[in-house]
Structure formats: structure tokens, C-alpha cells
């Protein structure tokens, strides 16, 4: 594996304001849109926030535009030559695999017609969590809300297996947990610790609840409990919970889907029609998982209204196919079930693509790692680099990405639309 090296250019200006005001985060999905960027030097620093996040995200990146130029077994390349090696690995392939997908509504909609083009399997780097959700929702349905929803109207939310600030520093600011313009509120944290940040807030109760068995197990139990049936025996901490939950107005049950244990879908399930649905028939209560970040929910929205199929699909020979264990990427990889790979990573150097053994070809963020052998095109970076549009974690609100600055650097789009006309080209015996 190799660091593919990238070089900025130096900005004189020593503190100056850089791109829109304000501007719309786009490394994690929150999408928080209240910052302001500065110019400190060469360097882009976060004004309204010290969010660990948007700080790790800025910090692949300095105010002058990058010089990284593509590389053809690791020795730099024209972007012309970069693009035909490109479509000739992808041409030649049997069986592709596109993963990673870490880009905007927009590279979506570029990378969906070469897709179709190569009969390629899609799967995001973020696959397996965005599974839990999935198949939860195809098989029973879900009930949902938004960030304003919970801000405005929850006074009970119940945080399910992990801390959602670990992961998502703002998402208490989001929810307005502790303002003091809003209603008093309980925050119980379920299978895990209470959260030192929310600890003399006002309006603020928080409570522990440990697990009773794994997470499955406490939530058919709590699920048994909120439908008032008779239990030989029950721990009187989620005795409690139940009866908390059915004296809330609006419940909120907050859970981040890379946390869930192995089988999600069942977790998921029991939030979604156990609980929640059982909550909805005499009082108000709805789901916020949290997940999707580098772009994964945006790929999906886009690839299901284009196909009618969410990822984890591909249009081959059999038509639109759907199969959400079998299109697994790594298992894929490891059975040897597919011959090349087509890496996409633009918000960052994470994710990185796998070392394969795989013909490979990443599209991504200048300080990309790739795996030896594999050839590589730097893009821009929507919200940085280049425009773009991203769908908020409650999937309801698509916001707009503003670039900060010039780049000289290609827009995966661009990349993806000279991609699929040269394997198009390709595929029916045109020369170049």
C-alpha cells in the first residue's frame, strides 16, 4: 500500500474568510450548515465549532488548490492516459465491483450509467450498516423523524447500545438537548454510560439502563413490557423504562447503525415495529438512526430512484438484481467473485481500498492510500473542491455543497461521464 502524495499551493492571506457563509459540512451526516471557514495561513480553519469531525475532514486539506496528478503503477500520469487505463481494466472485466461510493448525489448519478455499462455489483464501504436499516425496512417498515422533530417536540429520548456523540459530536446541538428555549427533557442511554457533556445542563434528566441479555433480548423484553404483558420476571430498571416511555409525548429512539451487533436487522426490527409501533398506538414515538456518512445514504437514495433497487444490486445479464448477503463486498472479494475493483473515495483518505489483488482503479481524495499496482485519479471534493448535494441522516433534506475554493482538479463526475463513453467505446471495438 502506498500514500499517494499531494502538494498545495500556499495562501498568503493570514486570516481571511474562504468560500460560502456559512457553509455546509459535508464528513459527516448531520450536515451541520451553521460554520464559518477561515484562511490561517495554508490552512482552513472552523469558525462556530470545534466539532473532532469537520476539524479531521479540514485537515486533508489547505486553502490552495492541490497538485496531485494521477498515477499509473505508482509513477505519475496524464490525466487522458489515467482515464483510458481506466476503461480498459473496467472494459476487459467480467465481473466488477464498485465500492467504497464515497461521493455526492450528483457522482451518483454519473457512476450509475457506467454501472449498467459493466454489469457491476455496487456496495458502499458502510455496506453492512446500512443493511441493518435496510432489510428492517423492507421487511416490516419503519417509523422515522427528523432533527427538527426531535428538537421541537421530544421530551423523552432513549439512546439505544452507544453514545450518538461519539460519532456525531453535534448531534446534541442539533436536537437542541439542553437549550434552555426548549421543553425539559429525559435522556436515557440504553447499554450504555450516561454522557459527561450533557451533565448540568438545564432541562436536562439523564438515565442508565443496562442490558438485560445482549441488546435483542432487552428489547423484546422492554417490548413485552411497553405492550403491558405478563413477564415472570423482569429487571425493575426496564420496568421503569416501560412505564417512562408510555407517559412521554414524543419518544425518540436515537441509534447508530455501524454500532449494531452483527445481526442489526433484528435490533432494528424490534425498535421499529416492536417498540415503536406499539408506542404509536396511544402516544407519539418514531426512529432516528443515524448513519450514511461519505455520501453512503445519498449513493442509496440515488441508485433506488434511478433503479428501483437500493445498493448491494447490479443490472447484469438477469436484469436489476437485488441481493444484500450474496453482493457483499468483502465476501465477494475474498471468494474471488469478482475481477476488478473500482474504488471511490472523495470526501477523504478513508475510506481506503482494500489490497485486493484486484486490478484496481481509485477515484479519490489526493492523500489516498492505494494498494500497490492500483492506478489512480485524484478528484475534487464536493463542499471543498467542487459542488455538490447531500442527503441529510434522517433522509428527508438534500443541502447543497458549496466549494470553498478553486480546484484544478477533475470532479468525479467529470471523471466517471469520460469513464463510461470510453467503455462504451471499448466495449464495441471503437479505437480511441
Not at 432533527?147 to 421541537?152: F, H, K
Amino acid at each position: 500500500m502506498s500514500a499517494v502524495p499531494a502538494t498545495t499551493a500556499t495562501s498568503a492571506a493570514a486570516s481571511a474568510s474562504v468560500g460560502p457563509a456559512p457553509w455546509t459540512c459535508p464528513f459527516c451526516s448531520l450536515l451541520c450548515d451553521g460554520f464559518a471557514i477561515e484562511a490561517e495561513g495554508d490552512r482552513l480553519a472552523l469558525r462556530g465549532s470545534d466539532c473532532p469531525r469537520a476539524l479531521r475532514g479540514l485537515s486533508h486539506f489547505g486553502t490552495g488548490a492541490s497538485n496531485a496528478q494521477p498515477q499509473i503503477d505508482g509513477r505519475p500520469a496524464p490525466l487522458d492516459a489515467a482515464i483510458e487505463r481506466a476503461a480498459q481494466i473496467l472494459a476487459a472485466s467480467r465481473q466488477p465491483l464498485f465500492g467504497g461510493l464515497a461521493t455526492d448525489v450528483i457522482g451518483a448519478r454519473a457512476l450509475y450509467p457506467l454501472a449498467c455499462a459493466t454489469g457491476a455489483i455496487c456496495d458502499p464501504a458502510g455496506g453492512p450498516s446500512l443493511l441493518h436499516n435496510l432489510r428492517s425496512l423492507q421487511d416490516r417498515g419503519s417509523f422515522t423523524t427528523t432533527l427538527a422533530e426531535v428538537r421541537n417536540r421530544a421530551d423523552l429520548i432513549v439512546c439505544v447500545g452507544s453514545s450518538p456523540r461519539e460519532a456525531f459530536p453535534e448531534i446534541w446541538r442539533r436536537c437542541g438537548v439542553g437549550e434552555p428555549l426548549v421543553a425539559e427533557r429525559d435522556v436515557v442511554f440504553l447499554g450504555t454510560d450516561t454522557d459527561p457533556v450533557l451533565e448540568g445542563r438545564p432541562g436536562i434528566v439523564q438515565h442508565a439502563v443496562p442490558l438485560e441479555g445482549d441488546l435483542f433480548e432487552t428489547l423484546s423484553t422492554l417490548a413485552a413490557l411497553v405492550a403491558e404483558r405478563k413477564l415472570p420476571v423482569a429487571s425493575p430498571t426496564l420496568v421503569a423504562l416501560a412505564e417512562r416511555l408510555r407517559a412521554a409525548r414524543y419518544v425518540v429512539f436515537i441509534w447508530e447503525l455501524a454500532e449494531l451487533p452483527l445481526h442489526g436487522a433484528l435490533a432494528a426490527e424490534a425498535l421499529n415495529h416492536q417498540l415503536i409501533g406499539t408506542l404509536n398506538r396511544h402516544t407519539r414515538a418514531a426512529a432516528l438512526p443515524l448513519g450514511g456518512n461519505d455520501g453512503m445514504l445519498a449513493v442509496n437514495q440515488t441508485f433506488t430512484w434511478l433503479s428501483g433497487v437500493p445498493l448491494r444490486s447490479r443490472a447484469g445479464p438477469l436484469g436489476l438484481e437485488h441481493e444484500p448477503e450474496r453482493f457483499d463486498a468483502a465476501r465477494l472479494i475474498e471468494d474471488g467473485s469478482v475481477d476488478a475493483l473500482l474504488w471511490i473515495s472523495s470526501f477523504g483518505p478513508e475510506p481506503a481500498a482494500p489490497a485486493s489483488g484486484l486490478p484496481c482503479v481509485v477515484l479519490g481524495h489526493p492523500e489516498s492510500t492505494v494498494p500497490d499496482g492500483a492506478m489512480f485519479i485524484p478528484v475534487a471534493t464536493p463542499g471543498i473542491g467542487s459542488t455538490g448535494h447531500l442527503f441529510r441522516t434522517d433522509g428527508v433534506v438534500a443541502l447543497p455543497l458549496e466549494p470553498l475554493r478553486v480546484d484544478p482538479l477533475p470532479s468525479l463526475p467529470q471523471v466517471l461521464a469520460r469513464l463510461t463513453a470510453r467503455v462504451a467505446a471499448l466495449k464495441s471495438g471503437a479505437t480511441a
